[in-house]
C-alpha cells in the first residue's frame, strides 16, 4: 500500500512547524517530515517525494520586509543546488502534478506574495493580492468564527461549514490589486472563509470578529483547483477540545474543528493521488 508522505518547511523564522506536523500525522498521514527550507535548496530532499506541503505560521526573517516578502523571495530566487529550478518552479510543478498545498498564516502570506494564490486562470507566479497592516494597526491574538464557502473546489473545508479558530498576525488584511480581482473571487467561489458573526454563517467587516479589515472579509482563498489553500487563523491550534477557549464551560468533541481540514487533505490525497 502507497503512503501517504508529507512535508512540513521549517527555517529561517518559521515556528509551527511541530503543530502542523502533529495536526498531519493526527489526520493520519503515513510520513510526516519536518524539513529545513536549506535542505531543499541543497538538493538534498526533493519536494516530487512528497504529497502534501505544508507552510506553517511563523515571522519569516522577522518581518523585517513585511511579513514572509523576504522568504517569498528567497524560495523565487534561490537555486536548488545542482538544478535551474528555484524552489519556486518546484512548488508549481508540485501543483502541477495535482499534490496539496497548505500555508497558515505566515505561509499563507507567503503564498500571496509568490502568486500561488489565488492565482486566477492559473496565473501561478504572478501576484494579484497581498496582505498588509490590520486596520487596528496592532498584533490581533484572538479567536474568530470563520463562515464556509460550501460552494469552493476548496477539497480542504468539503463538507464544512462553520469553522472557530485562533488568529495571530498583525499583517492579515488581504488587499486585492483592483475590483475585478475580488469579483472573481467571489464569481469563482475562491473566497473560501470569511470571518463571521457569532453565528459562524454572516461575513462582516466589524471589529473584533473580523480582527484585521480584510477585504470582503476574506480570511482564507484557494486556487480554482481547490488543492492550494491559505488561510490567517490556525487550524493547527484547534486539533483536541482542550484547545478551545471555553473547554471547560462547554460539551465538545474530543476532536479539534482544525484536524478536520486536515483530515480531508490525507483522504483527498489517498483517493485522488495515491
Not at 523564522?13 to 503543530?19: D, F, V
Not at 502534501?52 to 526573517?61: K, M, Q, Y
Not at 502541477?96 to 501561478?124: E, H, R, S, W
Request: net charge negative; glycine share 10%; hydrophobic share 40%.
Amino acid at each position: 500500500m502507497k503512503q501517504v508522505k508529507v512535508l512540513v518547511l521549517s527555517g529561517n523564522g518559521i515556528n509551527c512547524e511541530r503543530e502542523m506536523a502533529f495536526a498531519c500525522e493526527a489526520a493520519g498521514a503515513d510520513q510526516v517530515d519536518i524539513v529545513h527550507v536549506a535542505e531543499i535548496l541543497s538538493g538534498r530532499v526533493k519536494l516530487a517525494d512528497y504529497h502534501f506541503l505544508n507552510l506553517p505560521g511563523g515571522f519569516c526573517d522577522g518581518d523585517d520586509l513585511g511579513s514572509a516578502k523576504a522568504q517569498a523571495n528567497r524560495l523565487r530566487h534561490a537555486p536548488i543546488s545542482g538544478s535551474e529550478q528555484s524552489l519556486a518552479d518546484q512548488i508549481k510543478a508540485f501543483i502541477a502534478d495535482g499534490k496539496l498545498v497548505l500555508g497558515i498564516c505566515n505561509g499563507f502570506q507567503m503564498m500571496v506574495k509568490l502568486g500561488l494564490l489565488p492565482a486566477i486562470g492559473g496565473t501561478y507566479g504572478q501576484q494579484s493580492m497581498s496582505l498588509t497592516f490590520n486596520d487596528g494597526g496592532r498584533f490581533e491574538d484572538r479567536w474568530t468564527y470563520l463562515a464556509v464557502d460550501r460552494d469552493s473546489p476548496c477539497v480542504f473545508t468539503k463538507g464544512l461549514e462553520r469553522l472557530y479558530f485562533p488568529v495571530r498576525h498583525g499583517e492579515g488584511k488581504l488587499v486585492a490589486q483592483d475590483s475585478a480581482t475580488l469579483q472573481m473571487l467571489e464569481d469563482k467561489h475562491l473566497s473560501v472563509l470569511k470571518y463571521a458573526e457569532d453565528d459562524g454563517v454572516t461575513p462582516t467587516m466589524e471589529y473584533p470578529l473580523n480582527p484585521n479589515g480584510s477585504q470582503n472579509a476574506i480570511a482564507g482563498l484557494c486556487d480554482e483547483t481547490g488543492r492550494c489553500f491559505g488561510l490567517m487563523p490556525h487550524p493547527e491550534a484547534y486539533l483536541h477540545r482542550t484547545h478551545h477557549p471555553r473547554w471547560t464551560r462547554e460539551e465538545l468533541p474530543d476532536e479539534g474543528m482544525g484536524l478536520w481540514l486536515f483530515q480531508n487533505a490525507i483522504q483527498t490525497i489517498r483517493e485522488e493521488i495515491l
